[in-house]
């Protein structure tokens, strides 16, 4: 196991150059740059090329694509991040003031997810057919197909607009004291809009897992040794349902860093997806690439850990 | 220098107001400045500045008081009326909105082909249904300031499909050539435009080809790929913008030789002699009857020429909660704070 893992981690390091190499040049073969993207038109025209040409040449442009990766390679082995070619910010200060937000709205999203997904698909699996798992089919490929945005909005104008009972958007209330209350009651609208968005495909995958798991001979054993009903479910079928779920859900844990973009922007969620699209548009390539560094590293690293959760859970697998 | 603490948050101010703190995609804080003397203090003790990202989810954060002061788009203006807990005032905006014609393109030298452009689309019924009446339109830049006013005599180009096709069967146009326009989606109004252009442009005939793009893409093909010699990479732009109210000699940047983008914003790199004379002269005296009768006659050549589709003048749509007392609208649409220390609110 131990060699196993120093192989993985020895691999992942190419893999990071590798992704880094690629976004690097994607993203600066994207039309325009960070000085005309700031600009409208109308500005870039009365300001003219001189300007243009010396604001490139101050954010080193000017020099040839394999000199800035490599420098940029070069500082983020130091841990610098850069600063912003927007607003000149160091980028691990603007990173620092959004991770938490953005943890805190996945995080509650995931559990969100988590909490409703699994006891409504092993009841829907248990009863295969009934008018319920009808109903929960219904409902969760209703949930899939309704894009976020529209069901942010939705949930905005019923339960902000018409009823009142929670504020439209934001991290807190503005100019207000920060209560943990307040923040609470600004995270409940986004964090269930995308906690439901997540659950619905969750609940599909602990149905059908959970349904062949129920046809196996080690539950009809189960059975036949005479152990209850509950038992049966929750300590021999369920256990071994949840195994692939596992997979799935370490593939989202990069979404906890990246956050999301849609929802972030419904919701006025100051978050890494914010910081995010408003890099991209404004073709702030020290930005975007922090953002796809640190997103690169966390699918490397929450592969690893599904890997290993893996073989900790379903001792059949095992890392030589 | 950019990079300095200091940059982040200024301490001096020279207004009725000085910084305070800034959350970074979320709001700005100002507050009063206490030793501000050379007029009367501001009668609010701060104010945010909150950023919005997403327009529906700010008329909503309006409409539930949880701000006080927006500028929404002209189609959202006759629903914020019916709330009773809101003002909404429009007020004419120095932009204006128009194409600019590529007139480094052959199939686009000829004036009457630039003309049919504008016969054939429905400029009225296009204002009333999707800018809802919020816009005035227009047949020159030069419309501002009140001494100027808008010039008489000018073509109106009303909507007449026939007189296009007219027009262009006269110049010869080749009905295959495609004429491409790239623009960038998101703009709710454009949104809806651009599909009834390019239908009454087809109706005479007349092919857009549209390519949609961001904005640093189109950026860099109307501007960066523009030099000295060559416009950009288009055949007509769509643009909104520009302060023409604010003097008849504004549009110069937009027409003279030496504008030429990259230097300045005459995008299609329209030149005409006695324009670039006219514009000289215009700024050459100061007496407003000369320059008057100078810029009518730009206005007046320009308006024949038709370097440009004018197409509107928008309006601005502030909306406010009835609780915001002071606020008057600003002439340019993004300076709303600009009497910021006269506004109060009332419990």
Redesign the interface.
């Known amino acids: 196991m131990g060699q196993y893992l120093l192989r993985r981690l020895a691999i992942s390091i190419p893999v990071l150059i590798g992704i880094t190499l690629a976004t690097y040049i994607i993203v600066n073969l994207?039309?325009?740059?960070p000085v005309?993207?700031l600009?409208?038109?109308?500005a870039?025209?009365?300001l003219?090329?001189d300007w243009?040409a010396q604001q490139r040449e101050q954010l080193g442009l000017n020099k040839p694509l394999p000199v800035r990766y490599v420098i940029w390679v070069k500082e983020i082995a130091r841990g610098n991040l850069g600063?912003s070619a927007q607003?000149?910010?160091?980028i691990s200060k603007?990173i620092r003031?959004?991770l938490w937000p953005t943890l805190r709205l996945m995080g509650t999203a995931l559990l969100l997810a988590l909490i409703i997904s699994i006891p409504v698909g092993v009841l829907s699996a248990l009863r295969q057919y009934s008018f319920l798992d009808y109903v929960v089919t219904i409902a969760g490929f209703a949930a899939i197909s309704i894009p976020s945005f529209f069901l942010g909005?939705i949930a905005?104008?019923i339960f902000?607009?018409k009823l009142?009972w929670l504020?439209?958007?934001?991290?807190s209330?503005?100019?207000k004291p920060n209560t943990i209350g307040d923040s609470l009651r600004h995270l409940i609208l986004p964090a269930f809009v995308l906690g439901l968005a997540q659950a619905a495909p969750l609940i599909r995958y602990v149905r059908s897992s959970m349904l062949e798991v129920i046809r196996q001979d080690y539950v009809n054993v189960a059975r036949a040794k005479g152990l209850r009903e509950r038992a049966v479910i929750y300590r021999h079928a369920l256990r071994n349902a949840l195994i692939p779920l596992v997979t799935v859900v370490a593939l989202t844990l990069p979404l906890l860093l990246g956050g999301t973009v849609i929802i972030?922007?419904?919701?006025?969620w100051?978050g890494m997806g914010?910081?995010a699209i408003?890099a991209v548009?404004?073709?702030d390539y020290p930005v975007i690439m922090a953002i796809n560094l640190i997103t690169a590293l966390m699918i490397v690293t929450s592969n690893l850990i599904a890997d290993i959760l893996y073989a900790v859970i379903d001792p059949r697998i095992k890392y030589t | 220098m950019a990079k300095a603490p200091f940059s982040f948050a200024p301490t001096p101010s020279g207004g009725a107001f000085i910084f305070s703190d800034w959350k970074q995609d979320q709001y700005l804080e100002i507050k009063r400045n206490e030793t501000y003397t050379a007029g009367p203090k501001a009668k609010l003790d701060k104010i945010f500045l909150k950023v919005i990202t997403q327009e529906d989810t700010g008329i909503a954060q309006l409409e539930k008081g949880e701000i006080d002061l927006m500028t929404v788009s002209v189609t959202e203006a006759d629903r914020l009326r019916k709330n009773p807990t809101l003002t909404v005032v429009s007020v004419p905006s120095p932009s204006v909105s128009f194409f600019a014609f590529n007139t480094d393109r052959p199939y686009l030298k000829d004036k009457r082909v630039r003309q049919a452009f504008l016969y054939a689309i429905d400029r009225e019924g296009m204002v009333k249904e999707i800018l809802k009446g919020e816009a005035t339109i227009v047949n020159t830049t030069i419309i501002g300031p009140d001494w100027m006013g808008t010039p008489e005599g000018l073509n109106p180009y009303k909507y007449d499909p026939n007189k296009a096709k007219q027009l262009l069967k006269d110049a010869n146009w080749d009905s295959n050539q495609k004429i491409v326009l790239p623009y960038t989606p998101g703009n709710k109004i454009n949104d809806a435009l651009i599909p009834i252009f390019q239908q009454q442009f087809k109706d005479v005939g007349i092919t857009l080809d549209l390519q949609s793009m961001d904005t640093p893409t189109l950026n860099n093909r109307i501007i960066t790929a523009a030099t000295a010699t060559q416009a950009g990479d288009f055949d007509i732009d769509l643009v909104g913008g520009g302060v023409f109210r604010t003097d008849p000699n504004v549009s110069a940047k937009y027409f003279e030789t030496i504008a030429f983008t990259p230097a300045g914003a005459n995008y299609g790199h329209y030149t005409n002699p006695k324009v670039d004379d006219l514009f000289k002269q215009g700024r050459a005296t100061t007496d407003r009857a000369q320059r008057k009768k100078i810029y009518t006659d730009l206005a007046l050549i320009l308006n024949d020429e038709m370097p440009w589709a004018y197409l509107w003048s928008p309006n601005s749509v502030h909306v406010y909660n009835k609780r915001l007392q002071g606020f008057k609208p600003p002439s340019y649409a993004t300076h709303q704070v600009w009497n910021a220390e006269e506004w109060s609110v009332t419990k």
């Open positions: 994207a039309p325009g740059d005309t993207a600009i409208s038109p109308d870039a025209a009365s003219g090329p243009i600063y607003d000149r910010q160091p603007k003031e959004r909005l905005i104008y902000a607009l009142g504020p439209t958007s934001g991290l209330t503005v100019g972030e922007q419904i919701f006025q100051p914010t910081l408003t548009k404004a073709r």
